[in-house]
């Protein structure tokens, strides 16, 4: 879930909220493009995030192998009713974990994976510089000797 969907929403929300209070009938929102921002057709269900924000989705159940059919926000541990054991949120992984140290503990996870990432990243891009400066110290040396040659054969430097 990036930043601007959350902040996205609650803007909707908003300008919902300002044109029902019009005596507005809003059904959907769209944008300049066409695509549909808010769409109030589909029925939604309440549901709280793990630490305590209330969010109103479409439920979305899928099928597990053996048959038993779950609410795929249930499964990331929304709940129906307000949590009374609120969880942080974290971050970096986008769910909730039981403590703020386990938070903190898979933000400094991902920020290693990620700067060894990056050190292995810009390893690469050095060994390919360096591989394209051989080719071209080679390219170099091959003209030298083609244009040594074509000079001798013509007599003439070229
Ligand atoms: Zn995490």
């Not at 921002?37 to 309440?46: K, M």
């Not at 549901?47 to 038993?68: A, C, L, N, S, W």
């Not at 709940?79 to 403590?99: A, E, G, I, R, V």
Request: proline residues 5%; positive net charge.
């Amino acid at each position: 879930m990036s930043l601007i969907t959350p902040l996205r929403k609650e803007i909707m929300q908003d300008i919902k909220q300002e044109l029902e209070q019009s005596g507005a009938a809003v059904t959907e929102i769209r944008d300049k493009q066409g695509r549909i921002l808010f769409n109030n057709r589909i029925p939604r269900t309440r549901y709280f995030t793990p630490d305590g924000r209330e969010e109103f989705k479409i439920p979305q159940h899928r099928e597990r192998r053996d048959g038993v059919v779950y609410d795929i926000f249930i499964a990331q541990g929304y709940t129906l009713t307000p949590p009374t054991n609120l969880k942080p949120y974290c971050p970096s992984c986008d769910m909730w974990h039981d403590t703020q140290e386990e938070v903190d503990a898979c933000v400094e996870k991902k920020s290693k994976f990620m700067a060894s990432m990056n050190r292995k990243a810009s390893r690469e891009l050095l060994k390919e510089r360096k591989e394209k400066d051989t080719q071209i110290t080679n390219l170099e040396a091959k003209v030298d000797k083609l244009t040594k040659l074509l000079e001798a054969k013509l007599g003439e430097k070229i």
